[in-house]
């Protein structure tokens, strides 16, 4: 047979133990933290379309309170995870407190349609801690773990 | 017996220890060799066409109001790669109304099968051209233009009438579906990318193809037409060239074709049709799929304003929005044809060298590895379409109710607020996708490489840069998902 390791049941096994790996640990990590961090303002300037800055990182547990103004006309200011959704129009100063609570990379969109390129209209919040991404290095940590247990397979196979 | 077909069905697809043709459900084979299938599926389809390109043209301009815009790089797109070509290979093709009127006007019929004899100049295509480059240039045109097309419905709108046009004249001139198999700028991609799919077509018995002389399945027969894909059924091994127009199942008088069910990737490792037109086509998808997902999917305002055609950027670097949008284009082409594979080859140079190999050519290793990325690159599109999806799922109520964005609601759904789903999770979902396809990749690339050094130890040796290529990649795709 040519496709060896794909009828191997340990493989499948292999698999099917990573991903319930990291299920497991998705949902440890939604649990939120709270408490004792930082307190402090981030302003952002909404503008077709982009967020500046573009990428806003955090440490787990910062009380951030964002104040959003446009540069043009109206856009939106939405958190993927943290019920977040301002809108934020000409002359005004839409404000949010939010506390970061979960780890990982959360995109911010616009939620008003603001012309032709819209729906791409994306902003980062980056929540760490202590300036590490644990969600980016667990991700690659599985993935190399990954990776040596199908060569090791790859290779028992032949 | 139907209960236990389908039992050996399900068993077949849980543990793909053998191949399930499906036609030997009755139900399948009887609709799918009926002349009418074909036509059944492609007229309704041809309607919905109509209706996009209509939209397209004199619908409201605004991408996302629009069902020209949502229907065909949301709705279309989405289940394309993420569901018809990893499990059904190209069967898009089999419902794709672009060849339509070409194919009616070379058959002059729309069901029956007629004279095997074609209207139209019947020409060959120019050998120099039986290749995928012409697909290779037309989806990086597309892609250069993406940020246009998928945000301006009128230019989505011209791309599709244009295909038709297009797509007419050459059926016209050339015999059979030339536009299909080396024009068509989707056809190459769903042809490198169907090599991973899990059905494909095949002759059963290639030794009874071999006896049979009158091969229907080229020349035509009673119920079917002569392949029109160009392809001979007789020794297909790959599913790239495959338009599964079904008509050689139709034509076979000795039902010798069947449609399996397989285990994934099969076709990465068939030898005999690697040629580097493909390999540079795998190229272009990987490093595409990698610009996508950081220009439209990530923050950084140099590479959004980059890809905005009408606009002059304020922050004074002289630019002017021709030489902004040519960057963007420049990115596209430069990484994509050269960087990447210039990258990939000193990799594979130094696969070469661990190797300690002679006889095998850096050609064609550069060729044969080329092909273990495709899973992974397959992955990185499905991974980058999950979010189009879970995202603007309003968007598609939306203009359902409201196709022409002129202010309609027809099934109430046009005022469907937006509202992601779960989009918290979507970056968990990418890792599981790109690892999936992490996993693949090597077990493929390995086997790429035991089939190019025979000695297991060799073959371990040659494939440590090719495993360091792929696991970089990854933790690229990583990072924009998650990092
Ligand atoms: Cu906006």
């Known amino acids: ?158 | 017996m139907a209960s236990s077909k389908f039992r050996e069905f399900l068993s077949s697809l849980l543990t793909h220890k053998t191949k399930f043709d499906v036609l030997q459900i009755d139900f399948i084979r009887r609709i799918t060799t009926h002349r009418a299938f074909q036509f059944s599926v492609i007229f309704p389809n041809l309607l919905i066409f109509w209706i996009i390109i209509v939209a397209g043209l004199f619908g409201g301009p605004v991408g996302n109001r629009n069902i020209s815009v949502i229907f065909v790089w949301i709705l279309w797109w989405f289940a394309l790669i993420s569901i018809l070509v990893p499990f059904a290979s190209r069967i898009w093709c089999t419902i794709c109304p672009i060849p339509f009127f070409g194919e009616w006007i070379q058959r002059r019929s729309l069901v029956t099968k007629k004279n095997e004899k074609l209207y139209g100049l019947n020409k060959r295509w120019p050998r120099r051209l039986d290749n995928i480059w012409l697909q290779n240039m037309g989806f990086l045109l597309i892609a250069t233009f993406t940020p246009l097309l998928v945000t301006r419905p009128v230019v989505t709108g011209i791309m599709l009438a244009l295909l038709f046009v297009v797509a007419t004249i050459l059926m016209l001139i050339y015999a059979k579906r030339v536009f299909c198999r080396y024009v068509c700028p989707v056809g190459g991609f769903l042809g490198l990318f169907s090599m991973f799919s899990s059905l494909e077509l095949r002759v059963n018995d290639r030794e009874l193809c071999k006896k049979h002389i009158t091969k229907e399945c080229i020349r035509g027969g009673d119920n079917g037409y002569g392949c029109p894909w160009l392809v001979y059924p007789g020794t297909l091994e790959r599913n790239n060239f495959c338009g599964l127009c079904l008509e050689c199942i139709k034509g076979c008088p000795y039902n010798n074709i069947s449609l399996n069910i397989r285990p994934f990737g099969s076709d990465i490792l068939v030898k005999g049709e690697r040629a580097i037109d493909e390999a540079w086509k795998s190229f272009i998808m990987f490093t595409l799929a990698g610009i996508y997902i950081l220009v439209m999917q990530g923050p950084f305002i140099f590479f959004k304003d980059l890809a905005r055609f009408f606009w002059v950027p304020p922050y004074g670097w002289g630019f002017t929005y021709v030489t902004n949008y040519v960057m963007y284009a420049g990115l596209v082409w430069i990484t994509s044809l050269a960087i990447v594979p210039a990258i990939f080859f000193v990799f594979t140079a130094l696969s070469k060298l661990l190797s300690g190999s002679k006889e095998i050519s850096y050609k064609k290793l550069f060729i044969d590895y080329s092909y273990e990325l495709i899973p992974l690159s397959l992955m990185a599109w499905i991974a980058f379409s999950v979010p189009l999806l879970l995202v603007n799922w309003s968007y598609i109520a939306n203009v359902i109710s409201d196709p022409l964005g002129w202010g309609w609601n027809l099934f109430g759904t046009a005022e469907i607020a937006w509202k992601p789903l779960f989009p918290e999770y979507i970056p968990y979902i990418q890792v599981v996708l790109l690892i999936i396809g992490l996993v693949y990749s090597i077990k493929f690339g390995f086997e790429i490489s035991m089939e190019n050094f025979r000695d297991k130890s060799l073959a371990l040796k040659a494939f440590i840069p090719q495993l360091a290529f792929m696991i970089l990649a990854s933790i690229f795709f990583l990072w924009l998902f998650v990092g």
Request: net charge positive; aromatic share 12%.
């Open chain 1, 1 to 158: 047979m040519k496709h060896k390791i794909f009828y191997n049941k340990k493989l499948g096994l292999i698999i099917i133990i990573s991903l319930l790996m990291v299920s497991i640990w998705i949902s440890s990590l939604m649990i939120p933290i709270y408490g004792g961090s930082d307190s402090y303002t981030i302003e952002v300037k909404a503008r077709r379309f982009a967020y500046e800055p573009d990428r806003i990182i955090v440490n787990q547990g910062d009380r951030i309170t964002f104040k959003v103004t446009t540069l043009d006309i109206t856009h939106g200011f939405y958190i993927d995870g943290y019920d977040v959704d301002l809108l934020v129009e000409p002359g005004k100063e839409s404000v949010v407190t939010i506390v970061a609570d979960k780890p990982g990379k959360f995109k911010i969109r616009c939620s008003v349609t603001c012309g032709y390129m819209h729906p791409f209209m994306v902003g980062e919040l980056v929540v760490v801690e202590n300036g590490i991404n644990i969600v980016f290095v667990l991700s690659i940590l599985i993935a190399l773990l990954t990776a040596l247990v199908s060569m090791y397979y790859v290779w028992k196979r032949w």
